[in-house]
C-alpha cells in the first residue's frame, strides 16, 4: 500500500497554498498526501519585529520539532524563510520551480508624487534600509503578519500610503491586483520567490520524490544567493540582499549590502559560467567582505543593537 505523506505547513493562506501545490504535485506522480497545519511563532507573536523574536528560523522551528517527532513527513516553507544553518537531521529535499523574486510596492488610492513625504509600511529591515536609500525624506514603520493582515492593515492605516511585499506571494494567492509598482531597483531577500521542502535525512521513501519536485536551476541560484548570506553570516533578517539568474550556460550574481538606516550602501556584481558555480556564493562573500569590511562589521554591530 503506498504510504499517505504528511505535508506539514503553516496556516496562512499563502503558506496553505504552497502546500496544496506540492500535495498536486504529488498526487498526480501517484502519492497519497495530507496537509497538516502547524502554526509558527511568527505566526503567533505579532507584536515584535522578526528581528527580536530571539531565535533563528522563526517561521521553521516548530515545523521542524514536527518532521523530527515523525508527526509529518516533508515541511514546505517559503526558502527564504529558511535559516542556512539546517537543524541536525534535516535537509532541504527540493526546490520548486521559482515564481518572480521581485519585491512590489502595493499601494492604494492614486498614485502620489514620490517628491512628497510619504509613509510606507514593511517588517522588512533589507526593504527599509533600500527604500530610505532612495527615499530619504519618506517614513517606514513596522508592518507584521501575513500577506492577508497586512494587506488590512494598509487599507486601515490612513496615514499609509502603501506597503512593500513580495511580488510572488500576492501572485500565488491572486491578491496582487494593478495597484502595484514593481520596485526593480530593490534588491529581494536571497531565495525570495521560491518554495522549498524539507525533508528527514534519513528518511529514503520520501527521497524519492525528490525528482518531482525539484527544479534544477531554482536550486542552483537559491543556492548561491544562501551561500553569499552565509557568509556574510547574516541570518534572514538582516539588510542583505542577493539575486542570481542563470542565462544561456552562465549565472549572473547581485549582492547587496546596507547599513540599518540606508546611508550606505554597496552593491556587488559578478558573473560566473555555470560548470564553474561549487562554492562561488561564498566567494562572494568572501570578495565582499574583503572591499567593504567596515560596513559588514558596521551593519552587524548595529543588528546587535536592535
Not at 1 to 23: C, D, H, P, W
Not at 48 to 59: A, E, L, N, R
Not at 148 to 172: P, Q, V
Amino acid at each position: 500500500m503506498t504510504k499517505t505523506i504528511k505535508i506539514g505547513t503553516r496556516s496562512s493562506e499563502l503558506a496553505v497554498y504552497q502546500a496544496n501545490l506540492v500535495s498536486s504535485i504529488l498526487m498526480r506522480n501517484g502519492y497519497k498526501t495530507e496537509i497538516i497545519t502547524i502554526d509558527s511563532e511568527g505566526d503567533i507573536n505579532l507584536i515584535q519585529p522578526i528581528y527580536k523574536v530571539g531565535f533563528s528560523g522563526v517561521f521553521t522551528k516548530t515545523l521542524d520539532i514536527a518532521l523530527l517527532n515523525n508527526k509529518i513527513d516533508i515541511a514546505v516553507h517559503s526558502l527564504k524563510d529558511v535559516p542556512t544553518n539546517l537543524p541536525e537531521n534535516i535537509k532541504n529535499l527540493a526546490v520548486l520551480k521559482r515564481e518572480v523574486a521581485t519585491d512590489i510596492l502595493k499601494y492604494k488610492g492614486d498614485i502620489i508624487n514620490f517628491d512628497d513625504t510619504l509613509t510606507v509600511g514593511t517588517g522588512s529591515i533589507r526593504r527599509k534600509a533600500q527604500w530610505l536609500n532612495k527615499y530619504p525624506h519618506h517614513h517606514v514603520e513596522g508592518l507584521r503578519g501575513n500577506v492577508n493582515t497586512r494587506l488590512k492593515k494598509i487599507n486601515e492605516n490612513e496615514h499609509w500610503f502603501g506597503a512593500i511585499f513580495a511580488k510572488a506571494g500576492l501572485k500565488r494567492i491572486n491578491l496582487l491586483g494593478e495597484n502595484y509598482i514593481n520596485l526593480d531597483w530593490m534588491i529581494p531577500a536571497p531565495a525570495q520567490g521560491a518554495i522549498v521542502v524539507a525533508s528527514r535525512i534519513d528518511d529514503a521513501y520520501i527521497d524519492e520524490i525528490r525528482p518531482f519536485l525539484n527544479d534544477i536551476d531554482s536550486e542552483i541560484t537559491t543556492s548561491v544567493e544562501r551561500d553569499f548570506m552565509n557568509g556574510i553570516q547574516a541570518g534572514c533578517s538582516s539588510p542583505i540582499g542577493a539575486i542570481a539568474t542563470i542565462n544561456e550556460n552562465k549565472l549572473y550574481f547581485k549582492g547587496l549590502i546596507i547599513s540599518i538606516d540606508g546611508k550606505n550602501k554597496q552593491l556587488i556584481k559578478r558573473e560566473i559560467p555555470l560548470e564553474k558555480v561549487d562554492g562561488f556564493g561564498a566567494h562572494c562573500a568572501d570578495e565582499t567582505i574583503y572591499l567593504y569590511g567596515d560596513l559588514v562589521r558596521k551593519i552587524k554591530l548595529d543588528l546587535s543593537k536592535l
